[in-house]
């Protein structure tokens, strides 16, 4: 009998659809099983109740895409590793992982759920996929309530009118960098993909799906539509690392560049509110006002990446501490 993985995971989650697209790449057998309305049961199984969730071949569960990830390439070390062999790349790439993880959501969340005319399609389109069968008054009444229920999370995760002008000027840099980039080159650290590329990747599908976000990206970021499209199966690429010693890409330069104007800012300042307490928090970036709630997970997320930071090897440190400090993250690592 071939060992197999099942996930449990949706279409309108990104961090299923990074997770998939993980599993595929790597040619790992799996079976992919869409959220429905008694999928619930499986969270018995984890601590948090948040897709995708992993059943193993072993019979253990496990969910959270980035600790998936790295669990993924201890069970298979060197079989279509998404790590690059390079430290410094390695570093590089989990760092604009965490940045699509923890940032880059707030994209998927705020042109999702902003305004009317998506809060309607999606709502009904994410019922849909778990009641599908079950009745159009039953899909049309768990979209309301669905809806009434992500809309009214919109202040606590940061995703609000006010908010909307940094939020979506960052996701334009973003499209904008990697729209220039994947004519030029396929992936962010060579000619096979990174978790970094599946990061963003995961993240970017939803806006590749919801109305008013696909429409900017037909208009004005085609190339990238159509790469993530790719990258949703690349179980037929294969590809070699970037050379370590040739300069990054201008893509990861100013990706890194984001990071450190709008994504260190955000999780320091986030830390800072829940080590005093504070249940909310501000900073700014980029000239524009930010607001939301205070998170005890993406301060973990700070934790991590230091600590990540703090064990690279003194040689690592010397090739990538002038690319850190060029995009302002540096004095955030070394904290």
Not at 307 to 312: E, F, G, V
Request: proline residues 7%; hydrophobic residues 40%; aromatic residues 12%.
């Amino acid at each position: 009998m071939i060992e197999r993985y099942d996930i449990y995971g949706g279409l309108g989650s990104p961090y299923s659809m990074k997770m998939r697209a993980v599993l595929r790449y790597r040619r790992l057998p799996h079976v992919w099983h869409q959220m429905r309305k008694d999928s619930p049961l499986i969270f018995s199984h984890v601590k948090a109740p948040v897709i995708p969730v992993f059943r193993f071949p072993d019979g253990t569960w496990m969910n959270d895409s980035t600790p998936l990830v790295f669990e993924l390439e201890k069970r298979h070390p060197g079989q279509r590793s998404i790590v690059p062999d390079d430290e410094a790349q390695a570093f590089l790439a989990y760092l604009l992982e965490d940045f699509a993880d923890e940032w880059g959501t707030k994209a998927m969340f705020l042109y999702r759920w902003l305004r009317e005319r998506d809060q309607v399609q999606m709502s009904e389109w994410l019922s849909f996929d778990r009641l599908s069968g079950s009745g159009l008054a039953a899909v049309k009444d768990a979209a309301r309530m669905f809806r009434d229920r992500q809309v009214g999370r919109m202040a606590l995760v940061g995703c609000t009118q006010e908010n909307a002008p940094l939020i979506e000027t960052t996701t334009k840099r973003i499209l904008g960098l990697l729209e220039r980039h994947v004519t030029e080159e396929p992936y962010l650290f060579g000619t096979r993909p990174s978790l970094a590329d599946f990061g963003w990747m995961g993240q970017l599908s939803q806006l590749a799906v919801d109305p008013t976000p696909a429409d900017m990206m037909r208009a004005e970021f085609p190339f990238v539509f159509r790469w993530l499209m790719n990258l949703d199966d690349a179980s037929g690429i294969d590809g070699e690392w970037r050379d370590p010693f040739t300069p990054l890409s201008p893509a990861v330069k100013g990706l890194l560049g984001l990071a450190g104007d709008v994504y260190f800012p955000f999780l320091a300042a986030n830390a800072a509110a829940a080590q005093s307490g504070k249940e909310t928090f501000s900073f700014e970036a980029l000239g524009m006002p930010y607001t939301q709630g205070a998170f005890k997970y993406q301060m973990k997320c700070l934790v991590e990446l230091r600590t990540a930071y703090a064990r690279l090897s003194p040689n690592t440190k010397l090739r990538v501490d002038p690319a850190l400090e060029e995009a302002h993250c540096l004095a955030a690592l070394r904290v």
